[in-house]
Nanobody, 115 residues
Framework: QVQLVESGGGLVQAGGSLRLSCAAS????????MAWFRQAPGKERQIVAR????????YYADSVKGRFTMSRDNARNTVYLQMNSLKPEDTAVYYC????????WGQGTQVTVSS
């Protein structure tokens, strides 16, 4: 089993920055990819970024390329999402996900970007 806990969400002005963290615990050795998803009000959940645990290969949604950066700290079993140049359209609940034998989800953290 894997447990995921997100943190770092909050309220920021457009153009500002936030860094989200996701700490994994449990059977973390079984994780092979981790990802960030988000769900805005009235919209479906969409992938934001993904990273492979072994090869450090990253994927970003077109809407966040050049603004968001996903990284990892293996020693702390933690991944991060650095969000720069935030836009009101980035407002959503952000979820951490881990892929192992099963798929695991965190509880989500709210990011609100004001105009």
């Amino acid at each position: 089993q894997v447990q995921l806990v997100e943190s770092g969400g909050g309220l920021v002005q457009a153009g500002g920055s936030l860094r989200l963290s996701c700490a994994a615990s449990g059977r973390t050795a079984s994780i092979y990819t981790m990802a960030w998803f988000r769900q805005a009000p009235g919209k479906e959940r969409q992938i934001v970024a993904r990273i492979t645990w072994s090869g450090n290969t990253t994927y970003y949604a077109d809407s966040v390329k050049g603004r968001f950066t996903m990284s990892r700290d293996n020693a702390r079993n933690t991944v991060y999402l650095q969000m720069n140049s935030l836009k009101p359209e980035d407002t959503a609940v952000y979820y951490c996900a881990a892929s192992a034998a099963y798929n695991y989800w965190g509880q989500g953290t709210q990011v609100t970007v004001s105009s």
